[in-house]
């Protein structure tokens, strides 16, 4: 659902919605964006701040009252109290306009992505990586069983690796899903981990699985 009054970018996100495959609604207004969304049945909404009618964090918040389905925010530039806000309120994530196509939906991916692994999350609780294993669940880690001691931010920040293994994710990225956006420290915090899961998993064992992605980020792989 695209909860926008901008008509040409909505449109725009519609049609590049639609051409990756998924079903696509539009409203123009606050008030009608959010009835929408409560009765429609949407699995992610792309929801504008500045909207006519109502708008977009009192849409968000009324939302939240009945309903837990993603919503990724559509901010405007360096306006970090929109960003703070929204997260606060509830959102998933925020793209702050003008944006690239390929990085929303990039973003639409992973929210989908994680949504699967949760729902599934009953039947097969463990993150697998080649020969090595996260089990969320009981906080453990191994190597073809043998267990991997690691701190509880490793841990996070090892899952969350886990969680979008075969992707690039940005230091940014890394900072505001593992230690979270008021995080205020250096980037280099996200260094120094990786290093010390480095240390624990590639420099132990035989697979290299953590790459670096150099002036991007990092990525875990299974090949
Ligand atoms: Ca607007």
Excluded at 30 to 39: A, C, E, M, V, Y
Excluded at 73 to 92: C, E, F, P, S
Excluded at 99 to 124: C, D, G, M, N, P
Aim: net charge negative; proline share 3%.
């Amino acid at each position: 659902m695209i909860i926008e009054d901008e008509t040409k970018i909505a449109r725009f996100l519609q049609l590049e919605l639609e051409h990756e495959g998924y079903t696509v609604g539009i409203s123009s207004d606050g008030r009608d964006g959010l009835n929408k969304s409560l009765h429609g049945d949407y699995h992610l909404i792309i929801l504008d701040v500045m909207l006519p009618l109502l708008n977009g964090m009192e849409v968000l918040r009324r939302i939240r009252q009945t309903s837990d389905v993603p919503v990724i925010m559509l901010t405007a530039k360096d306006d970090i109290t929109d960003k703070v806000m929204g997260l606060d309120l509830g959102a998933q994530d925020y793209m702050t306009k003008p944006f690239a196509i390929e990085e929303l939906l990039a973003r639409i991916r992973v929210i989908f992505k994680l949504k699967s692994t949760q729902t599934t999350s009953h039947y097969s609780s463990s993150l697998k990586c080649g020969n090595l294993t996260l089990n969320p669940d009981k906080f453990e880690a191994s190597y073809n069983t043998v267990p991997i001691p690691l701190t509880k931010k490793e841990f996070e920040l090892l899952h969350y690796l886990m969680l979008n293994k075969n992707m690039l994710l940005t230091r940014d990225a890394i900072l505001e899903n593992v230690w979270g956006y008021e995080y205020m420290g250096d980037t280099n915090v996200v260094d120094v981990y990786i290093r010390y899961l480095r240390s624990k998993i590639d420099q132990k064992f035989e697979d290299k699985i953590i790459y670096t992605i150099r002036g991007m980020g990092y990525q875990i792989k299974d090949e």
